[in-house]
């Protein structure tokens, strides 16, 4: 069973860094893509960052120059990360990687939907 597992989440005031990670449980990687989302309350889910199996990326256009996706695959184990610069209160949300089979162009794009989910870290960011 793939489990996905966030952590690094916190508070940052305006202007400051975090760096978010996801480590991939169960899984073996493979030519898959992976994702981060975020989401406020009473707010859609929204994509942030994606990277594809060929390493390609793609970031919505609000966190674009301020936010970077990478992975690594050591050991065995896979670990997704996002660093997050110049951070904004715009940017405080529930904070989900994703996982997609496949080499899916659609995915990075945020059209359509992950297979697994992780169950999400909260960022803060005072102004």
């Known amino acids: 069973q793939v489990q996905l597992v966030e952590s690094g989440g916190g508070s940052a005031q305006s202007g400051g860094s975090l760096r978010l990670s996801c480590t991939f449980f169960?899984?073996?990687?493979?030519?898959?893509?992976m994702a981060w989302f975020r989401q406020t309350p009473g707010k859609e889910r929204e994509g942030v960052a994606g990277?594809?199996?060929?390493?390609?990326?793609?970031?919505a256009d609000s966190v674009k120059g301020r936010f970077t996706i990478s992975r690594d695959y050591a050991r065995g184990t896979l670990t997704l990360y996002l660093q997050m610069n110049s951070l904004k209160p715009e940017d405080t949300a529930m904070y989900y990687c994703?996982?997609?089979?496949?080499?899916?162009?659609?995915?990075?794009?945020?059209?359509?939907?992950?297979?697994?989910w992780g169950q999400g870290t909260q960022v803060s960011v005072s102004s």
């Open positions: 169960g899984y073996t990687y493979n030519s898959d893509c």
């Open positions: 990277i594809d199996a060929d390493g390609r990326t793609n970031y």
């Open positions: 994703a996982l997609r089979f496949g080499n899916d162009p659609l995915f990075i794009q945020f059209k359509t939907k992950p297979d697994y």
